[in-house]
């Protein structure tokens, strides 16, 4: 019954396998550019912000205007005891042109603070990426460790299963006690167990993979391939780094943006200049037939707004000195996060390497314990803790193999970069 287990299993694990979605590292990559929610509504603000940037140029150029209009006028009354009522038509067409000369640097600062905010956009969604291509490498090795730790689950149950067999048959021979018989049954089941639980550990990451995707459903996604991997920098400068980071480039957007709002309060104070012309028809007839035109300069100068300007202004400058502050604060938090992320990404590097080779040993010790133990040379105390040794090794490379990738994600998205470009 147990080998019926055990094939049963691997034959089910093919055919899920034969019929599953399997998505390379370069294909999740492809399919999250493309469909991720997030990734997509940070493009979108960022097309928004540009449109907008666009706009606020408008103001050095001409604004024109057609118009076209009618009227009937009725007037009744009396003249000298008699009754009058004469009406008239009026009809005008015209196209007005207006140019400003100068609006007290209005135009200017609306249009440096719509490229800030281009710029904070544009860094908004740097940073979006980052959180995409370190969600995407934490799932793709979620659901990688899933797989081989199931794959692992089944060699753990096949190892304990011949285990049980050899203990089973040196206790009928009356070389072992019924304890250790019994204790490498309960080892047995919890192998069973362990696959079981595996299984379920697919599904999680096959949910959260297809979550960083954009997909709906997550039915029998598999991945297959390694993550490339790259080592950690040598002596990197982070105050140099910093300075390349989203989040700080966002808080130079937005301190900018706040230097152009102080030069929009500040314009209320200046005059504006403007340049005003009109040509068009005018007549009791349409179309009017008669000809006019008009061209003018208005100079305007605001005298007292009640105290709104002096105010905006005042709270402008506070706006600007907050906006100082945040920047400071921003790049010290993200100098603290870079190198928390480089700390965790060299040591988890050393403990991939420091867990190989414990493996390396682990495997070793089995090899020479299991001949030992068949030969009667070792006792089976000691032969199951070099069997426990070697199976703890083995999930702790899957484990250190996984966190070393989430690792350089941590890393990169401290960063601000990552796969998704």
């Known amino acids: 019954m147990r080998h019926i287990f055990i094939l049963l299993m691997g034959c089910v694990w093919i055919a899920s396998t034969a019929a599953a979605d399997v998505l390379s590292w370069e294909d999740c990559v492809q399919e999250a550019s493309q469909r991720n929610p997030d990734l997509r509504a940070a493009q979108e603000n960022l097309r928004s912000s540009e449109f907008l940037a666009h706009a606020a140029i408008s103001g050095y150029f001409p604004q024109i205007t057609a118009s076209l ?21 009026s009809y005008s067409a015209s196209i007005t042109g207006s140019q400003n000369l100068f609006s007290g640097f209005q135009d200017w600062a609306k249009w440096r603070q719509a490229e800030a905010n281009a710029q904070a956009s544009q860094a908004n969604l740097d940073t979006v990426k980052a959180k995409v291509s370190y969600d995407l490498k ?27 067999n ?11 006690n019924k304890g250790s018989l019994l204790l490498s049954k309960a080892y047995l089941n919890d192998a069973k167990l362990s696959a079981l639980q595996a299984e379920g ?39 140099e780094l910093v300075k390349r980071t989203p ?136 032969w199951d803790i070099i069997e426990n040794d070697l199976i703890a090794k083995q999930k702790s490379v899957l484990q250190s193999t996984r966190d070393r990738i989430v690792s350089e994600a941590s890393w990169e998205q401290a960063l601000g970069t990552g796969a998704i470009q």
């Open 69 to 89: 209009s009618a009227s009937r006028e009725h007037v009744s009354g009396y003249l000298n005891t008699t009754s009058r009522e004469t009406s008239s038509n």
């Open 247 to 382: 989040d700080h480039r966002k808080a130079v957007a937005f301190e900018r943006s706040a230097e152009e709002s102080v030069t929009l309060s500040r314009s209320s104070f200046l005059p504006s200049l403007s340049l005003v012309g009109s040509i068009g028809r005018q007549g009791d007839t349409f179309f009017p037939n008669n000809d006019y035109w008009s061209v003018g300069v208005t100079l305007s100068y605001p005298l007292f707004s009640g105290g709104r300007d002096y105010y905006s202004t005042k709270s402008a400058l506070e706006v600007l000195a907050a906006a100082s502050s945040s920047r400071a604060s921003v790049d010290n938090e993200v100098r603290t996060q870079l190198t928390q992320a480089l700390t965790g990404f060299i040591e988890a590097v050393e403990r991939l390497k420091v867990d190989k080779s414990y493996l390396e040993a682990a495997t070793a010790r089995e090899e020479i314990g299991r001949s030992k133990y068949n030969n009667g040379l070792l006792s089976f105390d000691n």
């Open 166 to 176: 050899l203990v089973e048959l040196r206790f009928q021979s009356g070389n072992e």
């Open 201 to 239: 550990a697919i599904r999680v990451a096959q949910s959260q993979l297809a979550k960083v995707l954009g997909r709906d459903s997550y039915d029998d996604l598999r991945v297959v391939g390694a993550v490339p991997i790259s080592l950690p920098p040598k002596d990197p400068v982070i105050v």
């Open 138 to 164: 934490s799932a793709y090795a979620g659901l990688l460790y899933a797989q081989n730790s199931l794959e692992l689950a089944k060699n753990i149950i096949q190892r304990r299963e011949e285990n049980y």
